[in-house]
């Protein structure tokens, strides 16, 4: 079975920073680009970032301050959150795919609150 | 960036009636390989978003056949044939044709 396992979400102070993990399973993790997608409380979904083979891509909303990297040894994809602010509060999916999103994790709940 | 606008944002169904949700792009989203990566996920209350449609019309892997896409170029839709219960959720459409991806509102279908 094709899964993702999200951890590394809880609560942080504003200027803060994270890591976000995501396992996978099921699937030959190096061969597929992978992607971070969140979901504020109550709110749309916002894609924020993609690996895949021709590179890394970001959303304006956290070029900068966000990194995503992988581990294809382990198939565990990152992601390094710092100078977190209020507004980055949301739900974190990991999610597998480049030109459709196939599978999405459970996601992992960031709060960045004083 | 491309904007993704979805009406209606809301859309109250009779159990076995049909419903239909549209999907405007800014942009055409004709990708320069000739696919149109247009998709749409169905996202059930309190569960992380499924993959329903993917390049318009493609059902993913075990979609059930009253999910249907259509559309090209900027306009798009997304159709149920008969709406059961378990159809009840937030219905997005997103495009991957270019960075930075970009989601639709969100439509959400309820039962009457």
């Known amino acids: 079975e094709v899964q993702l396992l999200e951890s590394g979400g809880g609560l942080v102070q504003p200027g803060g920073s994270l890591r976000l993990s995501c396992v996978a399973s099921?699937?030959?993790?190096?061969?597929?680009?992978m992607d971070w997608v969140r979901q504020a409380p109550g709110k749309g979904l916002e894609w924020l970032s993609t690996?895949?083979?021709?590179?890394?891509y970001y959303a304006d909303s956290v070029k900068g301050r966000f990194t995503i990297s992988r581990d294809n040894s382990k198939n565990t994809l990152y992601l390094q959150m710092n100078s977190l602010r209020a507004e980055d509060t949301a739900l974190y999916y990991c999610?597998?795919?480049?030109?459709?999103?196939?599978?999405w994790g459970q996601g992992t709940m960031v709060t960045v609150s004083s | 960036d491309i904007v993704m606008t979805q009406t209606p944002l809301s859309s109250p169904v009779t159990l076995g009636q049909p419903a239909s949700i549209s999907c405007r792009s800014s942009?055409?989203?004709?990708?320069?390989?000739?696919?149109?990566?247009l998709s749409w996920l169905q996202q059930r209350p309190g569960q992380p978003p499924r993959l329903l449609i993917y390049?318009?019309?493609n059902r993913f892997s075990g979609v059930p056949d009253r999910f249907s896409g259509s559309g090209a170029g900027t306009d798009f839709t997304l159709k149920i044939s008969r709406v059961e219960a378990e159809d009840v959720g937030v219905y997005y459409c997103?495009?991957?044709?270019?960075?930075?991806?970009?989601f639709g509102q969100g439509t959400t279908v309820e039962i009457k």
């Open positions: 999610v597998k795919g480049l030109s459709a999103f196939d599978v």
């Open positions: 099921g699937f030959i993790f190096s061969s597929f680009a």
């Open positions: 690996i895949s083979a021709t590179g890394s």
């Open positions: 942009q055409s989203l004709v990708h320069s390989d000739g696919n149109t990566y």
């Open positions: 390049k318009i019309s």
């Open positions: 997103m495009q991957t044709t270019q960075f930075p991806r970009t």
